[in-house]
Structures are given as structure tokens and as C-alpha cells.
């Protein structure tokens, strides 16, 4: 179509100035959910009292893509916040995605006993010289951990537990969820950006 057929029908211009509009702007935010980041709200109790239901996350997908450029399998740090697709997803059944605490990191030994977590690997071996994983989190979680638990999480997963961890208000690595595959993590929680009240940095 040439500028002179635009001058007489200026409303298809227009028209076609919208739709390119309207694709860049969806184009652009699939691209900034798949590398960028992406929000998630908190459903459930698990995560209390460090988040609630209604909390609005925004998880940082830049962790995870520098890694996959670099041809690597992205690890998140011990005690970090992620959000995973759940392994055992199943349509109108289960929560798609969930947020849990990192504690075991592939290969490590992870000891449930007596309400605390030990964790064991090359640098602390066991079974004397293990340390718990949540005395770097700034008193998260602040409650006892049940249950009993002795296993060695497998290569390329992660053991998960959420904060609120008595009795079964966490579906989590202790009790039925099992171990994550590092391939559905996907990435950390940056920050909570609602309640407004209570913005956090993770």
C-alpha cells in the first residue's frame, strides 16, 4: 500500500498503527516474563509468617537466564525464597507454581530431627559435622520444624520446606512434595511488592 492510499483512508493506517502496537507491547511482555521476571501471588499458609496469601511477587528470571546463556544449570543460593513449577502439577487438582525455602542443594545430606534441619556435605561431613540451614535467614522461620527426615537430596534437585513448618501447613520436601528439579525452577523472589504496607527486598 502506498502513502497515497493511506491519505485517503487515513482509519486503516490508524488501525494498522494499533494492531503493531498492540503486538510489540504483547511481544514484549512474553519476553520480559520469560527472561526478565515474572509476579506471583502467594496462595496458602505455607509461607507464613514470612508471606501471606495475597502477597504479590516478583521473582528475578535474570538469575536464570545468565545461566542458560552461559550453557549451565542455574543453582539458587541456600535459604533463598523461589518459586518452582510444581513437579507434580496436575490441571484443577494442584497449584501450578510454589514458593518455598531452599535447604538441601544436589548431593547434600538433609537431617530432619528433634525440630531443626542438618545439613551435611564435603565442607561440613557427616555425622558430626553438620550445620543448620536456616541460621543465616535472620530468624525465618521462626517456628520447629515436624518430622523426621534423613536423605540424600539427588543430583540436579533441591530440597524445599516452607516456613510455616508444623504439622502439614507445608507441602513441601518433608511430606509428599518430594525433591525439585533444578530444570522447574523459575528463579528467586526479588521482592514483595504488595501489601504496600510491607514492601520487602528478599
Given at each position: 500500500?502506498d502513502s497515497?492510499?493511506?491519505?485517503?483512508?487515513?482509519?486503516?493506517k490508524d488501525?494498522?498503527g494499533?494492531?503493531?502496537?498492540?503486538?510489540?507491547?504483547?511481544?514484549g511482555?512474553?519476553?520480559?516474563n520469560?527472561?526478565?521476571f515474572?509476579?506471583f501471588?502467594?496462595?496458602?499458609?505455607?509461607?507464613?509468617t514470612?508471606m501471606?496469601?495475597?502477597d504479590r511477587?516478583?521473582?528475578n528470571?535474570?538469575?536464570?537466564?545468565w545461566?542458560?546463556?552461559?550453557?549451565?544449570?542455574?543453582i539458587?543460593e541456600?535459604g533463598?525464597?523461589?518459586?518452582f513449577?510444581?513437579?507434580?502439577?496436575?490441571?484443577?487438582?494442584?497449584d501450578e507454581?510454589i514458593?518455598k525455602?531452599v535447604?538441601?542443594?544436589p548431593g547434600?545430606?538433609v537431617v530432619l530431627k528433634d525440630?531443626?534441619?542438618t545439613?551435611?556435605?564435603?565442607e561440613?561431613p557427616?555425622p558430626?559435622?553438620g550445620?543448620?540451614?536456616d541460621?543465616a535467614?535472620?530468624?525465618?522461620p521462626?517456628?520447629?520444624?515436624?518430622?523426621?527426615?534423613?536423605?540424600?537430596?539427588p543430583?540436579?534437585?533441591?530440597?524445599?520446606s516452607?516456613d510455616?513448618?508444623q504439622?502439614?501447613?507445608?507441602?513441601?520436601?518433608?511430606n509428599?512434595?518430594g525433591?525439585i528439579?533444578?530444570?522447574d525452577v523459575?528463579?528467586p523472589?526479588?521482592?514483595r511488592?504488595?501489601p504496600?504496607?510491607?514492601?520487602?527486598i528478599f
Amino acid at each position: 500500500m502506498d502513502s497515497n492510499f493511506f491519505r485517503r483512508y487515513p482509519i486503516i493506517k490508524d488501525v494498522i498503527g494499533i494492531i503493531i502496537f498492540v503486538a510489540c507491547v504483547a511481544i514484549g511482555t512474553l519476553l520480559i516474563n520469560t527472561f526478565v521476571f515474572r509476579s506471583f501471588s502467594v496462595v496458602g499458609p505455607s509461607m507464613q509468617t514470612t508471606m501471606y496469601t495475597g502477597d504479590r511477587l516478583i521473582v528475578n528470571r535474570l538469575a536464570v537466564t545468565w545461566a542458560q546463556l552461559q550453557n549451565k544449570t542455574y543453582i539458587p543460593e541456600r535459604g533463598q525464597i523461589i518459586v518452582f513449577k510444581n513437579p507434580l502439577f496436575t490441571t484443577g487438582v494442584s497449584d501450578e507454581f510454589i514458593v518455598k525455602r531452599v535447604i538441601g542443594l544436589p548431593g547434600e545430606r538433609v537431617v530432619l530431627k528433634d525440630g531443626s534441619y542438618t545439613v551435611f556435605n564435603n565442607e561440613h561431613p557427616y555425622p558430626n559435622n553438620g550445620f543448620n540451614p536456616d541460621d543465616a535467614n535472620n530468624g525465618e522461620p521462626g517456628s520447629p520444624t515436624s518430622g523426621v527426615i534423613d536423605e540424600v537430596v539427588p543430583a540436579d534437585e533441591l530440597f524445599v520446606s516452607g516456613d510455616h513448618r508444623q504439622g502439614q501447613y507445608s507441602f513441601d520436601s518433608r511430606n509428599g512434595l518430594g525433591t525439585i528439579p533444578l530444570y522447574d525452577v523459575v528463579g528467586p523472589v526479588g521482592i514483595r511488592i504488595f501489601p504496600f504496607d510491607k514492601i520487602r527486598i528478599f
